[in-house]
């Protein structure tokens, strides 16, 4: 069982920066691939950023590449999500999620789920 809690969510103007955090509970983070999804209201949840257990390998759809960078500290039990020139489409519920995989995969299930923080961009 993994426990996520998001934080670091907010108002930010376009062009700015936010970082956002996923602390995981248990004593194996470090056999999961993490990731990071979005929900806008009336849209459906997006894959935003994707990685590895080690960290090593990353994944971002074409929306945010070169935009958002996923990184993650295993001893730490924590994954961020650094979100660079954001932008009034990028508003949304931020969800951190799990996956019981050592690498990541187009048809990975994520078990574990967080709550979510929100990330408002005004234009």
């Known amino acids: 069982q993994v426990h996520l809690v998001e934080s670091g969510g907010g108002l930010v103007q376009a062009g700015g920066s936010l970082r956002l955090s996923c602390a995981a509970s248990?004593?194996?983070?470090?056999?999961?691939?993490m990731a990071w999804f979005r929900q806008a209201p009336g849209k459906e949840r997006e894959f935003v950023a994707g990685?590895?257990?080690?960290?090593?390998?990353?994944r971002y759809p074409d929306s945010v590449q070169g935009r958002f960078t996923i990184s993650r500290d295993n001893a730490k039990n924590t994954v961020y999500l650094q979100m660079n020139s954001l932008k009034a489409e990028d508003t949304a519920v931020y969800l951190c999620?799990?996956?019981?995989?050592?690498?990541?995969?187009?048809?990975?299930?994520?078990?574990?789920w967080g709550q979510g923080t929100q990330v408002t961009v005004s234009s």
């Open positions: 990685i590895n257990w080690s960290g090593i390998i990353t």
């Open positions: 248990g004593r194996t983070f470090g056999s999961y691939v």
């Open positions: 999620a799990a996956a019981p995989r050592l690498e990541l995969g187009y048809d990975l299930e994520y078990n574990y």
